[in-house]
């Protein structure tokens, strides 16, 4: 009875409050790293809305023809319900103010380097945000396949807001 209990909690634990998710690729670098794996919280965006800078889970659903294809992509957020997003020579501007972002590495905001290899897209017009939805880039422009490519994404996808990084131990950090 105890066992069949524990896995009880722990069902309901993974599929409605926390649930671990493995980091496949680099287009969170140097932020996350292949291999790490990261708590996310999904309960954050029933309680509440995502804020610029969070780095949330999110479901990207495609469909080929009759296959529908679901992949758990990682992403942090860059602009809300209502904004315009603008890129210009790498630099992301909100409603035309340039946004501070202290969490890209000194390659992505390396001037001396030209634009298309520090920041895969130099520059994109002006999207505007509607209604429930936000624009996602990865923190590794030039590797991240994100909102600057697919548009800016439904919250109803939002599996929930990353809070830590649990693997390896030498990369724990809170998010």
């Known amino acids: 009875m105890v066992i069949v ?4 909690i722990a069902t309901v634990l993974r599929t409605f409050v926390v649930q671990q998710f493995y980091i ?10 292949g291999d790490d794996r990261v708590l996310v919280n999904k309960l954050a965006y029933r309680l509440g809305e995502p804020s610029r800078g969070d780095v949330i889970v999110f479901d990207r659903i495609t469909v080929n023809g009759d296959t529908v294809q679901h992949d758990d992509l990682i992403k942090r957020v860059i602009g809300l319900p209502g904004e315009t997003v603008e890129i210009r ?7 035309g103010a340039a946004l501070d ?16 290899t520090r ?17 996602l880039i990865g923190d590794n422009r030039p590797m991240s396949f994100d909102s600057r490519m697919f548009g800016p994404v439904s ?10 990084v649990i693997w390896p131990p030498r990369d724990m950090q809170r998010l």
């Open 155 to 164: 919250t109803d996808v939002i599996v929930g807001k990353a809070m830590v």
């Open 89 to 95: 020579d790498c630099v992301v501007f909100i409603d």
């Open 5 to 8: 209990t524990a896995v009880i």
């Open 119 to 135: 920041c895969g897209t130099a520059d994109a017009e002006p999207v505007e945000i509607g209604d429930n939805q936000v624009f």
């Open 24 to 33: 496949a690729g680099p287009s969170m670098e140097t932020t996350l790293f």
């Open 101 to 116: 972002e202290p969490w890209l590495s000194a390659e992505v905001t390396d001037t001396s380097l030209d634009p298309g």
